[in-house]
């Protein structure tokens, strides 16, 4: 994934507090221009759920996928051309679409997803959003250029989290999708936007997607949901593999010359469709 500009104003006024899964009525409904923007995110993002069982990233309910839903980006009444993911259009500004709270993965279906606004507060659904959803609320408005957030649980990863201790950047895969160490961020309780501003403080100045929450486990963010999951994959995927090798000895290092080189080829050769 490409790093993603800095975007954050260290001096932006401290956020206000946001409780996580805000059920609180907004009294506002999804406008007519974006349904079908927020119908294919719902296809997506409970697609994306799937994905998470599937790379055995999560157990039980644990883990959320959303996606922002972009309001400057689709023509119509709302959509007054202000800066995506400032929240500067009239009306709802951009949204999220994210799985409820405790939801079993067997039963995820687009229907089954509700609609946030960037404040975390529920626009859609008939269940409160994940409990994580003021930490996605909060990675989407500082970082506009973030479409897609995903946590998970996942072992190898979360046990890293445990020691507060950054995965170093000794594989070159490593090197293609985090640029570098996968970096910790600070020890946060869930139930306001402290996670969210420790993912952001965290990744602003970062060229990895993933970022590992101390005591708590892994976060990914990405251009798209898409993105974002495949961030999760990888993370859980090296973070095992450099476990792994630490037990017969001490990994080695690439040097940062060549981190950068391949960083720089996966991200913009690898995987492009030739040019005709
Ligand atoms: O880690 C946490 C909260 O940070 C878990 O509760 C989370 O993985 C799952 O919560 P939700 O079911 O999305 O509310």
């Avoid at 406008?31 to 998470?52: F, I, T, W």
């Avoid at 009239?90 to 994210?98: A, C, N, S, W």
């Amino acid at each position: 994934m490409s790093t993603l500009p800095a975007t954050t104003d260290a001096t932006a006024p401290a956020e206000p507090a946001v409780q996580a899964g805000s059920t609180a009525p907004t009294g506002r409904t999804v406008p007519a221009h974006l349904r079908a923007a927020v119908d294919a995110a719902k296809e997506r993002v409970a697609a994306l759920h799937a994905e998470l069982p599937r790379w055995e990233l999560v157990v039980w309910t644990a883990g959320n996928v959303s996606e922002r839903v972009r309001a400057g980006d689709v023509e119509g009444p709302d959509s007054t051309g202000g800066a995506a993911g400032t929240g500067a259009t009239d009306g709802l500004g951009d949204l999220l679409v994210i799985k409820p709270s405790g939801l079993s993965y067997d039963d995820i279906t687009p229907e089954s997803m509700v609609v946030c606004d960037l404040d975390g507060n529920l626009v859609e659904g008939d269940r409160a959003p994940s409990s994580d959803t003021a930490a996605h609320a909060y990675v989407y408005r500082h970082m506009p250029e973030v479409g897609g957030v995903v946590h998970t649980h996942s072992t190898y990863a979360t046990a890293w989290a445990a020691r507060a201790e950054p995965v170093p950047c000794v594989l070159t895969m490593m090197a293609d999708e985090f640029g570098g160490d996968i970096p910790v961020g600070p020890f946060a309780l869930i139930g306001d936007d402290s996670i969210g501003r420790g993912i952001v403080e965290t990744l602003r100045d970062s060229r990895s997607p993933a970022v590992l929450m101390r005591n708590h486990g892994p976060f990914t963010i990405g251009k798209d949901a898409r993105s974002a999951v495949k961030a999760a994959v990888m993370c859980e995927e090296v973070a095992r593999t450099v476990h792994v090798s630490r037990q017969l000895g001490d990994p080695t290092r690439i040097e940062q010359s060549d981190v950068d080189s391949l960083y720089a080829r996966y991200q913009h050769v690898y995987g492009q469709q030739p040019a005709h």
